[in-house]
């Protein structure tokens, strides 16, 4: 009885073995809240004070004592203009008025590919995503009525400005 499992186990393997490999058609990184922990450890790569006239409205507490440091994980850095899907960026912006910290994930996968795939966030000081009467703060055009991409659509390098 043992000597027919042990073959019936060999010849399922085998005919594993054989089998073509399924495509790898998912390639997609979805953030989470673990995905923004930590980001104060991250790789500072930019930080700017005053007040910035592209910023608007935008990134809040927009004034002379605002300060805004930009933080990405594991040093991401753009390929051929591009950021590879997984990049996650970190802004945190702080004034006298308020502090605020937003964050972007390239998701890839065809997320918003009419806007490079890009999701955005805004998260806690502890990385958690906000939650807004029952909503995550994220997503693309239909985050905060489209003003993250549509300002973002407008950096040169992959709708990051710091590079």
Same mark, same amino acid.
């Given at each position: 009885?043992?000597?027919?499992?042990?073959?019936?186990?060999?010849?399922?393997?085998?005919?594993? !073995?054989?089998? &073509?490999?399924?495509?790898?058609?998912?390639?997609?990184?979805?953030?989470? #809240? +673990?995905?923004?922990?930590? /980001? *104060?450890?991250?790789?500072?790569?930019?930080?700017?004070?005053?007040?910035?006239?592209?910023?608007?409205?935008?990134?809040?507490?927009?004034?002379?004592?605002?300060?805004?440091?930009?933080?990405?994980?594991?040093?991401?850095?753009?390929?051929?203009?591009?950021?590879?899907?997984?990049?996650?960026?970190?802004?945190?912006?702080?004034? !006298?008025?308020? &502090?605020?910290?937003?964050?972007?994930?390239?998701?890839?996968?065809?997320? #918003? +590919?009419?806007?490079?795939? /890009? *999701?955005?966030?805004?998260?806690?000081?502890?990385?958690?995503?906000?939650?807004?009467?029952?909503?995550?703060?994220?997503?693309?055009?239909?985050?905060?009525?489209?003003?993250?991409?549509?300002?973002?659509?407008?950096?040169?390098?992959?709708?990051?400005?710091?590079?």
């Amino acid at each position: 009885m043992v000597a027919v499992l042990l073959l019936s186990m060999v010849f399922v393997q085998s005919c594993k !073995d054989d089998e &073509e490999p399924e495509p790898q058609t998912n390639n997609e990184f979805i953030a989470d #809240d +673990a995905s923004f922990s930590g /980001w *104060e450890s991250w790789d500072l790569v930019d930080t700017k004070s005053g007040v910035d006239p592209a910023l608007t409205g935008a990134h809040a507490g927009n004034d002379s004592t605002s300060v805004r440091k930009i933080y990405v994980k594991n040093s991401q850095k753009p390929v051929d203009g591009m950021y590879p899907i997984g990049t996650l960026i970190v802004k945190h912006m702080k004034s !006298d008025a308020m &502090e605020m910290i937003t964050a972007m994930a390239k998701r890839g996968n065809g997320f #918003d +590919a009419a806007n490079n795939d /890009w *999701e955005y966030f805004v998260i806690e000081a502890g990385g958690k995503i906000v939650v807004d009467n029952g909503t995550a703060m994220r997503g693309s055009t239909n985050l905060m009525n489209g003003m993250c991409v549509g300002c973002h659509s407008k950096a040169t390098t992959d709708y990051v400005f710091t590079e």
